[in-house]
């Protein structure tokens, strides 16, 4: 079946530090790949995605690329800030109308000033 | 005008009640879901709804009764409430496929006392 497998964390890091988060998968096919990211006390938000191989999703300085021949997609920001300190989650998509988005189990991430 | 919005924000009850939790959305989606977050922030499918029809029930106890009156709307029904079911409901759509990602709700945090 399928399968999401994330960095442990909690992850600490300073402002302005680089940040990457690993997340590999498995699965069958060619599935979309997602990050979320969850703030304090909120729902999670769609942070980027990719559908298919060499992909690249961008957002908030956030990129993460679709690897298949290493079946990753690694989160990356080059310089963070206190208000990236979140819960970092990679997901692989469904394949079929009402099938489950499979989560990894989330990184903790926290910047500190 | 909020998407996917659930309510109670939070619900604080007693052990052998019985509570249900609302959710709504707004963008048109076909597909409805529930999932579960644990203290360890790990997120757990319980149901999905495609269309109204039921299409994903996971190892849920029977206490547990999803209903959807039509694509809108999605409601959790629980009954005899236990400790171990305190946690963090989500609920989220998507379109048909999936395979552009959910959009979530807030969540509802619940707490069984």
């Known amino acids: 079946g399928n399968s999401v497998t994330q960095m442990e964390g909690p992850v600490t890091l300073s402002e302005e530090a680089f940040l990457t988060i690993n997340c590999t998968y498995t699965a069958t096919g060619y599935p979309s790949l997602f990050w979320y990211v969850q703030y304090p006390g909120e729902g999670l938000q769609l942070l980027l995605k990719a559908t298919k191989a060499d992909d690249k999703g961008s957002n908030k300085g956030f990129e993460a690329t679709y690897r298949k021949e290493t079946t990753s997609f690694h989160l990356e920001k080059g310089s963070v800030q206190v208000s990236d300190s979140a819960v970092y989650f990679c997901?692989?998509?469904?394949?079929?109308?009402?099938?489950?988005?499979?989560f990894g189990g989330g990184t903790r991430v926290l910047v500190k000033p | 005008d909020t998407a996917v919005s659930q309510t109670p924000k939070y619900l604080v009850t007693q052990m052998g009640n019985d509570k249900s939790i609302k959710c709504e959305q707004n963008?048109?989606?076909?597909?409805m879901y529930w999932y579960k977050q644990d203290s360890k922030k790990f997120l757990k499918i319980m149901f999905s709804y495609n269309n109204k029809e039921l299409i994903i029930n996971e190892t849920v106890p029977n206490r547990f009764s999803p209903k959807s009156p039509d694509k809108a709307h999605l409601n959790l029904h629980i009954n005899s409430l236990e400790l171990g079911d305190s946690a963090v409901y989500f609920c989220?759509?998507?379109?048909?496929?999936?395979?552009?990602?959910?959009?979530f709700g807030s969540g509802t945090r619940l707490t069984v006392v």
């Open positions: 997901a692989l998509g469904p394949k079929a109308a009402g099938n489950k988005l499979t």
């Open positions: 963008l048109g989606h076909d597909t």
């Open positions: 989220a759509s998507s379109q048909a496929s999936g395979t552009e990602g959910y959009t």
